[in-house]
C-alpha cells in the first residue's frame, strides 16, 4: 500500500465510460514521491522485482528531472514499462523498507511517469547486428513480447507467430482498456517491431504449422508462450446452468466488439443482476466491466478483502464505482430458476470466519454455522476453469506434462523435454502475474541465447 495518489477520473463519470481512469501522477506529485525513496544502500526493492529493474537508479534520474534516462534505465530490464506501470502486481513496492507501515514508495506509479514522459517523439528503428540464426515464438502474450524483445538485442532473427487476429495475447484480449488501454499496448509492441522483431498473426500453431517443420524451416529453437485458454468446468454445483459463464469469455468479448456495441448489447447477455466468483484480477476486471454496464454486481470469495490477488487501488477504485464485496463467504452451489427453465437465479452461499477448532492455537477459515444465504443474481461468472492451452499439445510432439496438465521443464534452462524446444509463462506456471511471465520469458530467452550461439 503506498501514500502516492495519481490522478483519477471520479468514479461517477468513470463508471459510464471504458476509457483509463487513471491519468498517471502530476510532475509535482513524481518529485515529491521520488524524494521520499531513501536510496537504500542494499536495496531490498530490487530483488523484489523478478526483472531485475535498477529501482533506485531509475527513481533518482526522474527526480534530477531526467525522465528519458530513468525510461532508459528501466529498459535495460523491462522491456514493457508502460505496461508494468499500469498493471504491474509490483512485489517491489511489498519489499520496500516503507511496507510495514504500508507506506511503500509508488514505483509502479513512477515507472508509469518515466514511460509516459521519457518516450521521444519518434521511435526510431534499432541498428542490431544478425547473427543469421532464426528463433520462433509461439504467443504474444507478455512472456512472449519479453522473450522476443531479448532475442532480438542478442542479434538473434525472430518471428512470433500469434494465433489472434491482433498481438498482445491476455494483455490485449483479457484485460480490459480501463486498466490497459490498447494504444499503450500497441506502443510498447511497435517498440520491439522496431528491433527487428517479426509478427505473424492469424496463425494456430498446431494447424498451420507442426513442430518438426519449425526445425525443418530452419530454426534454432522454439519458444512456447501460450498461456491458459483451455477450458477446465468448474466443479461447482449448477455452474451447467444457462447464464452462467467464465471470465475469459466475458473479457474476450468486451475487448474484440466496439466499446459503444458492447454496452448496448453485451454478449454473453448480462442480466441486471451479476455474482462474479473469484479473488483476482479476472474476477475483479470482469465485476467492473458489468458494472460499466449499468448492472447490480457482487464479489464473492472466500478470503478476506485483504486477501484478494490484485494491486490494492484497484479494490479502492471498485468500491468507488459501487461493486459489493461479500468476503469470507463460500459458494456453496448455483440455484436454477424454475420458472425460467435451465438458468441461473442465484448462489448459494456459507459464510466463512477464522476459528480455532482444535484448541492448538492455529486459526484456520471455517464455515459460520447455520450461515447459509443467497446472493441473487440471473448472471453468474466464474473466474478461473483454464488449463494449458491446446495449441501447446498440437505441435505434434510427446510434451511432457506436470500433474496438473503444465508444461515440464527444466527449471534451470527452460527446455522442455523435446529438444529444441523451450516454454515460459503461464503455460508452464499455470495462471501467474504479468510481471512473473515476463520474467518467465527474459530466463527462457537468455537460456536460448547461451544455447544457439
Known amino acids: 500500500m503506498t501514500d502516492i495518489k495519481p490522478t483519477v477520473h471520479s468514479a461517477v463519470k468513470r463508471i459510464k465510460s471504458f476509457q483509463e481512469i487513471s491519468l498517471g501522477l502530476a510532475k509535482k506529485s513524481m518529485m515529491e514521491e521520488g524524494i521520499r525513496c531513501p536510496q537504500c544502500p542494499q536495496s531490498p526493492c530490487n530483488p523484489g522485482c523478478p526483472l531485475g529493474v535498477d529501482i533506485p537508479a531509475f527513481i533518482r534520474l526522474l527526480r534530477e528531472g531526467d525522465a528519458a534516462g530513468a525510461l532508459a534505465k528501466i529498459r535495460e530490464a523491462n522491456d514493457l514499462p508502460a505496461i508494468c506501470g499500469r498493471v504491474c502486481m509490483a512485489p517491489c513496492e511489498q519489499a520496500c523498507v516503507f511496507a510495514e507501515q504500508k507506506k511503500s514508495i509508488g514505483i509502479r506509479a513512477l515507472e508509469r511517469y518515466a514511460s509516459d514522459h521519457g518516450r521521444p517523439r519518434f521511435a526510431l528503428r534499432k541498428s542490431i547486428q544478425r547473427s543469421g540464426k532464426k528463433v520462433a515464438v509461439i504467443g504474444s502474450g507478455p512472456a512472449g513480447l519479453t522473450a522476443a524483445a531479448q532475442l532480438a538485442a542478442a542479434g538473434l532473427k525472430v518471428i512470433v507467430y500469434e494465433m489472434m487476429p491482433h498481438l498482445g495475447g491476455m494483455l490485449r484480449y483479457g484485460m480490459p482498456e480501463f486498466r490497459l488501454p490498447k494504444n499503450v499496448l500497441d506502443a510498447e509492441i511497435e517498440e520491439i517491431r522496431l528491433m527487428g522483431v517479426e509478427f505473424k498473426t492469424n496463425f494456430s500453431v498446431g494447424q498451420s504449422m507442426k513442430f518438426a517443420q519449425f526445425v525443418g524451416e530452419g530454426y534454432s529453437a522454439v519458444l512456447l508462450t501460450v498461456g491458459q485458454n483451455s477450458l477446465s468446468l468448474v466443479d461447482l454445483p449448477g455452474a451447467d446452468l444457462g447464464g452462467v459463464y467464465y471470465s475469459k469469455e466475458i473479457l474476450l468479448s468486451a475487448n474484440t466488439r466496439f466499446v459503444d456495441q458492447f454496452k448496448r448489447n453485451p454478449v454473453p447477455v448480462i442480466a441486471d443482476q451479476v455474482a462474479v466468483i473469484g479473488y483476482g484480477n479476472a474476477a475483479l476486471d470482469c465485476a467492473r466491466i458489468c458494472l460499466r454496464l449499468g448492472r447490480e454486481v457482487t464479489l464473492i470469495f472466500p478470503e478476506t478483502a485483504e486477501d484478494l490477488k490484485v494491486y490494492p487501488d484497484d479494490v479502492a477504485f471498485a468500491q468507488e464505482e459501487g461493486l459489493k464485496f461479500e468476503a469470507l463467504t463460500k ?123
Open 331 to 453: 459458494p456453496l452451489s448455483i440455484l436454477a430458476d424454475n420458472s425460467a427453465g435451465n438458468f441461473a437465479a442465484g448462489v448459494q452461499c456459507v459464510r466463512m470466519d477464522f476459528a480455532d477448532t482444535d484448541g492448538s492455537g492455529k486459526w484456520e477459515i471455517k464455515p459460520v454455522p447455520s450461515s447459509e444465504f443467497v446472493v441473487s443474481a440471473q448472471t453468474v461468472i466464474l473466474a478461473g476453469g483454464f488449463k494449458t492451452n491446446a495449441a501447446a499439445l498440437a505441435l505434434g510432439t510427446n510434451l511432457k506434462l506436470q500433474e496438473n496438465g503444465s508444461v515440464w521443464i527444466d527449471p534451470q534452462t527452460s527446455l522442455t523435454s523435446v529438444p529444441h524446444l523451450y516454454a515460459a509463462g503461464d503455460v508452464v506456471a499455470g495462471a501467474s502475474s504479468i510481471v512473473a511471465a515476463m520474467a518467465s520469458g527474459k530466463k527462457a530467452a537468455q537460456s536460448i541465447i547461451k544455447a544457439v550461439r
